[in-house]
DNA sequence: TTAACGCATAACCATATGGTTATGATTTGG
DNA sequence: CCAAATCATAACCATATGGTTATGCGTTAA
């Protein structure tokens, strides 16, 4: 057993997700592809509010996580949201969500 | 006003919490919080791998973010994890994943 | 072949972040 | 009353991060 009261929540995969998540831009590109399907750079930068250049590092940095592919095709890069990459946020959310309104679930009423 | 292709998912308190949570340390402390309930810094601190000064730091983060609650007693202050606390991120998901909008326990297909 | 295109990377900047030790404010105990 | 305890804040440092413009590299098209 761990001696140690908390379990240090440090695994690599989780953090770089809740990372990539962290970042409302980013989060708008990802729903982007969430809603309308694959998509090229241009076409992500567009509406992004960003240029160019950090529409890529965002993607790359969504990609590091699990959370798009890319598909390279010509000189285009195609990028598509990844629906397992959530994995590990559901994944925390069922463990430690579940947990959670187990042991407070008859203070519900209390807060505001 | 804006006829974007991406939504801008600025919305500042879905931030907070994504950047709270983005942090393994204070993902630590907030699970210490739900595991074992109301704690106070001493406490925090013995587990967190981490000074005290930086759990006080973490956890005016998590309460900034709405995951915690704080009740001063005297000298010590007693932190809680907030049951309502992950309400936007539980939002997040239920509006861009489709597959994940049911209960957390729905996680067969996610895994792996 | 050459020019334009699409994207990634480099170089640079300002600020945020996570960490430390030192200090300050307030409460408790002897 | 004084010292210890509890926590927050300050001061400081190193690094990460989000943003820009400039550049480079492969691909398409004229």
Chains 1, 2 share one sequence.
Do not use: C
């Not at 995969?13 to 969430?34: I, N, P, Q």
């Not at 509406?47 to 996580?65: E, F, I, N, Y």
């Not at 994995?87 to 309104?101: D, E, F, K, T």
């Amino acid at each position: 057993m761990n001696p140690s009261l908390i379990p240090a929540d440090r695994d690599a995969a989780t953090d770089a997700l809740f990372k990539a998540l962290s970042d409302g831009t980013r989060r708008a590109l990802l729903e982007a592809l969430v809603r309308d399907g694959e998509q090229n750079v241009q076409a992500l930068t567009e509406g992004a509010g960003v240029s160019q250049p950090m529409v890529s590092r965002h993607m790359a940095k969504l990609k590091r996580a699990g959370l798009v592919t890319a598909r390279r095709s010509g000189r285009e890069t195609w990028y598509a949201a990844r629906v397992k990459g959530l994995g590990p946020v559901i994944q925390w959310m069922a463990v430690h969500g579940a947990l959670w309104s187990q042991r407070f679930t008859a203070l519900e009423g209390l807060e505001g």
